[in-house]
Protein backbone atom coordinates (compact mmCIF):
# COMPACT_ATOMS: atom_id res chain seq x y z
CA UNK A 1 0.00 0.00 0.00
CA UNK A 2 1.41 3.58 -0.78
CA UNK A 3 3.08 5.42 1.97
CA UNK A 4 0.21 8.62 3.11
CA UNK A 5 3.31 10.46 4.07
CA UNK A 6 3.72 10.04 -0.26
CA UNK A 7 2.79 12.59 -1.89
CA UNK A 8 -0.38 11.42 -3.52
CA UNK A 9 -1.06 12.97 -7.10
CA UNK A 10 -4.70 11.93 -8.93
CA UNK A 11 -7.48 12.14 -9.88
CA UNK A 12 -10.39 14.19 -8.35
CA UNK A 13 -13.49 12.87 -7.13
CA UNK A 14 -15.47 16.05 -6.50
CA UNK A 15 -19.07 16.31 -7.58
CA UNK A 16 -22.58 17.98 -7.49
CA UNK A 17 -25.46 16.61 -5.84
CA UNK A 18 -29.16 15.79 -5.22
CA UNK A 19 -31.77 19.04 -4.15
CA UNK A 20 -34.38 17.24 -2.23
CA UNK A 21 -33.50 13.30 -2.30
CA UNK A 22 -36.84 12.10 -1.27
CA UNK A 23 -36.58 9.74 1.66
CA UNK A 24 -37.15 6.11 1.33
CA UNK A 25 -37.89 3.80 4.23
CA UNK A 26 -35.90 0.55 2.68
CA UNK A 27 -33.19 0.58 -0.34
CA UNK A 28 -34.18 0.04 -3.81
CA UNK A 29 -32.79 -3.29 -5.33
CA UNK A 30 -31.70 -4.76 -2.04
CA UNK A 31 -35.36 -4.67 -1.01
CA UNK A 32 -36.85 -6.23 -3.60
CA UNK A 33 -37.15 -2.48 -5.29
CA UNK A 34 -37.45 -2.77 -9.31
CA UNK A 35 -35.43 0.59 -9.14
CA UNK A 36 -31.91 1.23 -8.24
CA UNK A 37 -31.55 4.79 -7.32
CA UNK A 38 -27.87 6.01 -8.15
CA UNK A 39 -26.58 9.08 -7.02
CA UNK A 40 -23.99 10.33 -9.84
CA UNK A 41 -22.17 13.40 -11.01
CA UNK A 42 -23.20 15.28 -13.47
CA UNK A 43 -26.36 13.82 -15.08
CA UNK A 44 -26.45 15.20 -18.39
CA UNK A 45 -22.65 13.86 -18.68
CA UNK A 46 -22.76 11.98 -21.69
CA UNK A 47 -21.44 8.52 -19.84
CA UNK A 48 -24.51 8.81 -17.79
CA UNK A 49 -27.27 8.33 -20.87
CA UNK A 50 -25.37 5.53 -21.92
CA UNK A 51 -24.68 3.83 -18.78
CA UNK A 52 -28.77 4.07 -18.43
CA UNK A 53 -29.80 2.60 -22.08
CA UNK A 54 -26.90 -0.14 -21.60
CA UNK A 55 -28.25 -1.21 -18.32
CA UNK A 56 -32.22 -1.17 -19.39
CA UNK A 57 -30.76 -3.52 -22.13
CA UNK A 58 -29.13 -5.71 -19.33
CA UNK A 59 -33.03 -5.56 -17.91
CA UNK A 60 -31.86 -3.40 -14.73
CA UNK A 61 -34.09 -0.31 -14.44
CA UNK A 62 -32.16 2.70 -12.76
CA UNK A 63 -32.71 6.16 -11.46
CA UNK A 64 -29.60 8.54 -11.78
CA UNK A 65 -30.27 11.25 -8.96
CA UNK A 66 -28.14 14.46 -9.83
CA UNK A 67 -25.95 15.79 -7.16
CA UNK A 68 -25.37 19.32 -6.17
CA UNK A 69 -23.14 19.27 -2.91
CA UNK A 70 -20.37 17.10 -1.38
CA UNK A 71 -22.11 16.57 1.65
CA UNK A 72 -25.25 14.99 0.76
CA UNK A 73 -24.71 12.00 -1.27
CA UNK A 74 -23.33 9.54 1.26
CA UNK A 75 -25.50 10.24 3.75
CA UNK A 76 -27.64 9.67 1.19
CA UNK A 77 -26.73 6.42 0.56
CA UNK A 78 -25.79 5.43 3.98
CA UNK A 79 -29.76 6.12 5.22
CA UNK A 80 -31.34 4.32 2.17
CA UNK A 81 -32.33 7.34 0.26
CA UNK A 82 -29.86 5.90 -2.68
CA UNK A 83 -28.68 2.36 -3.36
CA UNK A 84 -25.22 3.26 -4.51
CA UNK A 85 -23.31 6.60 -5.45
CA UNK A 86 -20.47 7.55 -7.68
CA UNK A 87 -18.81 10.65 -7.40
CA UNK A 88 -15.86 10.33 -5.13
CA UNK A 89 -12.75 9.08 -5.05
CA UNK A 90 -11.22 6.70 -1.93
CA UNK A 91 -9.73 9.24 0.36
CA UNK A 92 -12.81 11.40 0.43
CA UNK A 93 -14.97 7.83 1.31
CA UNK A 94 -12.60 7.36 3.73
CA UNK A 95 -12.94 10.57 5.81
CA UNK A 96 -16.62 10.11 5.81
CA UNK A 97 -16.71 6.46 7.14
CA UNK A 98 -14.67 7.91 9.60
CA UNK A 99 -16.17 11.56 10.70
CA UNK A 100 -19.95 9.68 10.77
CA UNK A 101 -18.84 6.20 11.76
CA UNK A 102 -19.89 5.07 8.90
CA UNK A 103 -19.38 1.23 6.88
CA UNK A 104 -19.86 2.24 3.18
CA UNK A 105 -17.72 0.33 1.14
CA UNK A 106 -16.04 0.69 -2.83
CA UNK A 107 -17.36 -2.00 -5.57
CA UNK A 108 -15.87 -0.97 -8.08
CA UNK A 109 -13.47 1.92 -10.15
CA UNK A 110 -14.60 4.04 -12.45
CA UNK A 111 -11.76 6.24 -13.29
CA UNK A 112 -8.70 8.13 -12.35
CA UNK A 113 -8.84 12.00 -13.29
CA UNK A 114 -6.15 14.86 -13.31
CA UNK A 115 -6.80 17.88 -11.33
CA UNK A 116 -6.26 21.36 -12.55
CA UNK A 117 -4.98 24.38 -11.92
CA UNK A 118 -6.15 27.59 -14.15
CA UNK A 119 -5.87 31.10 -14.52
CA UNK A 120 -7.70 33.76 -16.50
CA UNK A 121 -4.64 35.83 -16.65
CA UNK A 122 -1.51 34.02 -16.73
CA UNK A 123 -0.47 31.65 -19.45
CA UNK A 124 1.85 29.55 -17.00
CA UNK A 125 2.74 28.97 -13.13
CA UNK A 126 6.24 30.93 -13.51
CA UNK A 127 4.17 34.28 -14.58
CA UNK A 128 2.14 34.17 -11.68
CA UNK A 129 4.01 36.92 -9.11
CA UNK A 130 5.01 36.15 -5.37
CA UNK A 131 2.10 37.09 -2.82
CA UNK A 132 -0.83 36.57 -5.41
CA UNK A 133 -3.90 34.57 -4.12
CA UNK A 134 -4.74 30.88 -5.47
CA UNK A 135 -8.35 29.73 -4.45
CA UNK A 136 -7.95 25.90 -3.71
CA UNK A 137 -11.39 23.32 -2.78
CA UNK A 138 -11.88 23.67 0.98
CA UNK A 139 -12.99 19.85 1.78
CA UNK A 140 -10.32 18.31 3.42
CA UNK A 141 -9.54 15.28 0.83
CA UNK A 142 -9.28 17.75 -2.42
CA UNK A 143 -8.02 20.78 -0.49
CA UNK A 144 -4.49 18.18 0.74
CA UNK A 145 -4.40 16.99 -3.02
CA UNK A 146 -4.90 20.82 -4.55
CA UNK A 147 -2.09 21.74 -2.01
CA UNK A 148 0.25 18.89 -3.81
CA UNK A 149 -0.20 20.00 -6.83
CA UNK A 150 0.86 23.63 -6.01
CA UNK A 151 3.42 22.46 -4.64
CA UNK A 152 4.20 20.44 -7.19
CA UNK A 153 4.18 23.44 -9.46
CA UNK A 154 6.51 25.55 -7.21
CA UNK A 155 4.22 27.76 -6.05
CA UNK A 156 3.76 26.48 -2.62
CA UNK A 157 6.29 24.31 -0.33
CA UNK A 158 4.49 21.85 2.64
CA UNK A 159 6.02 20.76 5.58
CA UNK A 160 7.38 17.15 5.70
CA UNK A 161 6.38 17.30 1.92
CA UNK A 162 3.04 17.26 2.24
CA UNK A 163 0.60 14.36 2.38
CA UNK A 164 -3.10 13.25 1.60
CA UNK A 165 -4.11 14.96 4.91
CA UNK A 166 -2.23 18.18 4.45
CA UNK A 167 -3.93 21.26 5.09
CA UNK A 168 -3.20 25.18 5.23
CA UNK A 169 -1.68 24.92 8.25
CA UNK A 170 0.85 23.05 6.69
CA UNK A 171 2.41 25.57 4.40
CA UNK A 172 5.52 26.97 5.00
CA UNK A 173 4.83 30.68 4.42
CA UNK A 174 8.22 32.00 3.92
CA UNK A 175 9.09 29.12 1.36
CA UNK A 176 5.60 29.88 -0.23
CA UNK A 177 5.58 32.11 -3.51
CA UNK A 178 1.83 32.44 -3.00
CA UNK A 179 -1.01 33.08 -0.94
CA UNK A 180 -3.66 30.09 -0.67
CA UNK A 181 -7.75 30.66 -0.11
CA UNK A 182 -9.68 27.76 0.38
CA UNK A 183 -13.47 28.37 -1.15
CA UNK A 184 -16.29 25.93 -1.18
CA UNK A 185 -15.69 24.13 -4.43
CA UNK A 186 -18.12 24.98 -6.71
CA UNK A 187 -17.11 28.68 -6.00
CA UNK A 188 -13.65 28.21 -6.77
CA UNK A 189 -14.32 28.58 -10.82
CA UNK A 190 -15.85 32.11 -9.96
CA UNK A 191 -13.20 33.16 -8.27
CA UNK A 192 -11.00 33.20 -10.74
CA UNK A 193 -11.45 37.09 -12.05
CA UNK A 194 -10.33 37.88 -7.97
CA UNK A 195 -7.51 35.62 -8.07
CA UNK A 196 -4.32 34.84 -9.92
CA UNK A 197 -5.33 30.84 -10.37
CA UNK A 198 -7.61 28.52 -8.97
CA UNK A 199 -7.91 24.92 -8.48
CA UNK A 200 -11.00 23.76 -9.84
CA UNK A 201 -12.50 19.87 -9.58
CA UNK A 202 -13.41 18.27 -12.79
CA UNK A 203 -16.88 18.37 -12.51
CA UNK A 204 -16.87 22.23 -12.61
CA UNK A 205 -14.04 22.90 -15.59
CA UNK A 206 -16.32 23.25 -18.53
CA UNK A 207 -19.52 24.31 -16.85
CA UNK A 208 -16.98 27.55 -16.18
CA UNK A 209 -16.62 28.03 -19.72
CA UNK A 210 -13.29 26.33 -19.45
CA UNK A 211 -11.74 23.42 -21.22
CA UNK A 212 -9.00 20.92 -19.42
CA UNK A 213 -6.78 21.74 -21.83
CA UNK A 214 -6.64 25.16 -19.85
CA UNK A 215 -4.92 24.08 -17.27
CA UNK A 216 -1.30 25.35 -16.27
CA UNK A 217 -0.81 22.62 -13.92
CA UNK A 218 -1.86 19.26 -12.84
CA UNK A 219 -1.05 16.53 -11.18
CA UNK A 220 -0.25 13.20 -12.51
CA UNK A 221 -2.93 10.32 -12.97
CA UNK A 222 -1.20 7.63 -14.06
CA UNK A 223 1.51 8.05 -10.62
CA UNK A 224 1.29 4.32 -8.70
CA UNK A 225 0.45 6.05 -5.45
CA UNK A 226 -2.60 7.52 -6.55
CA UNK A 227 -4.65 4.43 -5.80
CA UNK A 228 -6.12 6.28 -2.79
CA UNK A 229 -7.86 8.74 -5.88
CA UNK A 230 -9.63 6.27 -7.59
CA UNK A 231 -13.37 7.58 -8.32
CA UNK A 232 -15.69 4.64 -7.32
CA UNK A 233 -18.79 3.45 -6.69
CA UNK A 234 -19.98 3.32 -3.39
CA UNK A 235 -22.83 1.23 -1.51
CA UNK A 236 -23.72 0.20 1.93
CA UNK A 237 -21.48 -2.55 3.19
CA UNK A 238 -24.11 -5.19 3.06
CA UNK A 239 -24.63 -4.98 -0.29
CA UNK A 240 -21.11 -5.07 -1.13
CA UNK A 241 -21.88 -8.71 -3.29
CA UNK A 242 -25.09 -7.30 -4.72
CA UNK A 243 -25.02 -9.18 -7.87
CA UNK A 244 -27.51 -6.28 -9.28
CA UNK A 245 -24.84 -3.96 -8.14
CA UNK A 246 -21.73 -5.90 -9.26
CA UNK A 247 -23.56 -6.16 -12.75
CA UNK A 248 -23.64 -2.46 -13.13
CA UNK A 249 -19.97 -2.05 -12.26
CA UNK A 250 -19.48 -4.38 -14.83
CA UNK A 251 -21.47 -2.51 -17.58
CA UNK A 252 -20.27 0.82 -16.61
CA UNK A 253 -16.09 -0.46 -17.19
CA UNK A 254 -17.05 -2.47 -20.41
CA UNK A 255 -19.57 -0.66 -22.36
CA UNK A 256 -17.84 0.60 -25.28
CA UNK A 257 -20.67 3.98 -25.17
CA UNK A 258 -20.21 4.51 -21.29
CA UNK A 259 -16.26 4.49 -21.60
CA UNK A 260 -16.30 7.42 -24.87
CA UNK A 261 -18.68 8.86 -22.54
CA UNK A 262 -16.50 9.60 -19.51
CA UNK A 263 -13.76 10.42 -21.94
CA UNK A 264 -16.23 13.23 -23.22
CA UNK A 265 -17.06 14.39 -20.51
CA UNK A 266 -13.43 14.56 -19.17
CA UNK A 267 -11.90 16.45 -22.30
CA UNK A 268 -9.88 13.05 -23.18
CA UNK A 269 -8.49 13.40 -19.65
CA UNK A 270 -9.78 10.57 -17.32
CA UNK A 271 -8.11 7.01 -17.09
CA UNK A 272 -10.50 3.95 -17.05
CA UNK A 273 -9.89 1.49 -14.14
CA UNK A 274 -11.05 -2.00 -13.16
CA UNK A 275 -8.94 -1.85 -10.30
CA UNK A 276 -9.87 -5.48 -8.28
CA UNK A 277 -12.30 -4.63 -5.47
CA UNK A 278 -9.81 -5.96 -2.87
CA UNK A 279 -7.64 -3.39 -4.26
CA UNK A 280 -9.81 -0.43 -3.70
CA UNK A 281 -11.18 -2.18 0.08
CA UNK A 282 -7.43 -2.44 1.50
CA UNK A 283 -6.83 1.22 0.35
CA UNK A 284 -10.13 2.39 2.44
CA UNK A 285 -8.95 0.48 5.09
CA UNK A 286 -5.55 1.81 5.06
CA UNK A 287 -6.47 5.64 4.64
CA UNK A 288 -9.43 5.44 7.65
CA UNK A 289 -6.90 3.79 10.01
CA UNK A 290 -3.97 6.85 8.97
CA UNK A 291 -7.25 9.21 9.21
CA UNK A 292 -8.58 7.66 13.06
CA UNK A 293 -4.55 7.96 14.16
CA UNK A 294 -4.02 11.54 12.87
CA UNK A 295 -7.45 12.66 13.50
Known amino acids: MPSTTTKLIAALAAAPLVIGLAACSSAGAAEGDDVVRIG?????????????????????????????DYTQPNPALTEGELDLNQFQHIVYLADYNVSADADLVPIGATAIYPLGLYSLEYDSVEDIPAGESVAVPDDPSNLARALLVLQSAGLIELDGGGSIFSTVDDIDEAASKVRVTPLEASL?????????????????????GLTFADAIAQDDPSDPNALPYVNIFAARADDAD??????????????????????????????????????????LAAVEDDTRTLG
Open 188 to 208: TPTSLPDVAAAIINNDFVQDA
Open 242 to 283: DETYLKLVEIFQTDPEVQAGLLEASGGTAVPLTTPVDELEAS
Open 40 to 68: VVGKSDPQWPAFEEAAADAGIDIELVDLA
